[in-house]
């Protein structure tokens, strides 16, 4: 039976499936999510989800955009609430932001990190990707011009200052690669890593 609480009540459909489909991708693995088993879950009728999604292929891609439009969001964010002007400081911020909000979005991250998904690339998802990207590169370059190891190459530093968090947000959010970190905040830790991937301005 499936479970009450997810039943979809005249909302946005579309944004229910999504919430849906990453919650089971994290429970149940992606191997479990199918457009029927959503519909079923969610009380609707088991055609309703191809409104919107005509395979599971075109929803497995949807979900992987929506997780890099949101950690782009998340991401730039935090680089305008920052409060210094310095662009090391706003690069800062934004690792901070992109790290916090893996963590506490873990379905959608895990969903749009998914290896299975990368298979199902459509342009829009291409472009999510893309953007996010840029959005790092621009703003690795202008801390490099503010003094952030101005001597390396762009892209091998965009690229650095990429995958480290990504590889942070990778481990802490699986359990069995995480080292023990319950003595620490998740702030503070989130910060203190962060800081030894792109050090604030004060501390160059």
Known sequence: MPNTQNHYHH????????????EII?????????????????????????????TRAHLLSALATDGWEKMRNAT??????????????????MGRGFLSWALQN??????AMHPEVSRYRDEALLEAMEAFQLTIRTAVAAAQSAGRQPEVDNTLLSLFTISVPFGL??????SAQSPDISEWETDELVARLIDLVVPRSETV
């Open 169 to 174: 947000a990778a481990m802490l959010i699986d």
């Open 76 to 93: 730039r964010d935090a680089a305008e609430v920052e409060e210094s002007d310095d662009p090391r400081d706003k690069l800062n911020a």
């Open 11 to 22: 909302g946005d459909l579309k944004a229910a499936i999504l919430k849906r489909a990453t």
């Open 26 to 54: 994290e429970n149940d693995g992606i191997e479990a999510l199918s457009l029927r088993g959503i519909a079923r879950d969610l009380g609707v009728s088991h055609g309703a989800p191809n409104r919107h999604f005509r």
């Open 106 to 111: 873990r379905s959608t991250y895990l969903s």
